[in-house]
């Protein structure tokens, strides 16, 4: 993705919170047009050739009656599948997706002692990320807007680790993934750093299909703990691995996307992005 492609991403993310700010206006295109400084026709075929959609179907796409609708759907889904067995039965559901294994007690314990992270930097349709990777898979990937303060706060995250910038073969399939749109998720492997909770909770976002979204509530009780909205909250809050442990498909009950580690503009960016993608 290079500065032009960057800067399309930007003008983007404001018309959509230009459109999410205004909605009950219903701006027509040329109001959203003028706000990121183009004509009517350059904004149309700028968001449709980044969205996959026009600003109008994107809208709905992000519309809280959509997401309800969403959060309705009685359809067996691979997230309902995986759970049938139990957690202890989803290993080969997750291996297509993503692979996540837990840090070792030590290495939890010992805040990244004898662990050496190679972090890189990559462009994304949302925004740059910095990833982290150990030689078990990638523990870090979060987007940024200050590329300094980002390898700092990996860095804080494991602070006696070894740390240093060198792009990897793990690096490069998360480029080409967002590259090329391609099945390279089947590819990944995490290596986060999580209490047993906290990872089982990561473990339940892996088996929420792209394109659907469920909620903090239906988490809890997919993992067995119907009372625990609020922890899963927590836990949904401290996911280490941006994208690809897909926290962004959580919402609320009352279907409003609710906050996001990244920002709210972003989650609905992804949100709208991956409709678009699923829904043509």
């Known amino acids: 993705m290079d500065e032009q492609e960057i800067l399309d991403y930007e003008r983007v993310a404001n018309a959509i919170d230009y459109i999410r700010t205004n909605f009950k206006e219903q701006p027509a295109l040329e109001q959203i047009a003028a706000h990121v400084h183009l004509s009517p026709y350059h904004f149309q075929k700028l968001f449709s050739k980044w969205a996959g959609t026009t600003p109008k179907k994107f809208l709905q796409f992000i519309s809280v009656e959509y997401a309800k609708s969403l959060l309705c759907e009685k359809q067996t889904t691979l997230f309902d599948t995986a759970f049938q067995t139990g957690l202890s039965g989803t290993g080969r559901l997750l291996d297509l997706f993503v692979n996540i294994e837990g840090m070792t007690p030590a290495e939890f314990r010992n805040r990244g002692k004898d662990l050496q992270i190679n972090y890189g930097f990559c462009d994304t349709p949302f925004g740059p990320v910095i990833i982290g990777a150990t030689a078990k898979g990638i523990c870090h990937l979060a987007f940024y807007d200050d590329q300094e303060q980002a390898v700092n706060k990996l860095a804080g995250q494991f602070p006696l680790a070894v740390i240093q910038l060198k792009f990897t073969e793990a690096h490069g399939r998360i480029a080409n993934?967002?590259?090329?749109?391609?099945?390279?998720?089947?590819?990944?492997?995490?290596?986060?750093?999580?209490?047993?909770?906290?990872?089982?909770?990561?473990?339940?976002?892996?088996?929420?299909?792209?394109?659907?979204?469920?909620?903090?509530?239906?988490?809890?009780?997919?993992?067995?703990n119907a009372k625990a909205s609020r922890a899963v909250g927590t836990a949904i809050g401290t996911n280490p691995v941006a994208y690809l442990i897909p926290c962004h498909r959580v919402i609320q009950s009352g279907g409003q996307f609710g906050g996001y580690m990244w920002g709210s503009t972003r989650k609905a960016a992804i949100i709208g992005w991956e409709q678009a993608k699923t829904n043509p």
């Open 177 to 224: 993934l967002f590259s090329s749109r391609s099945n390279e998720i089947s590819k990944i492997r995490l290596h986060v750093k999580g209490s047993p909770f906290q990872i089982k909770v990561w473990q339940a976002l892996l088996t929420i299909p792209e394109g659907q979204l469920s909620t903090y509530g239906k988490i809890a009780g997919k993992i067995g």
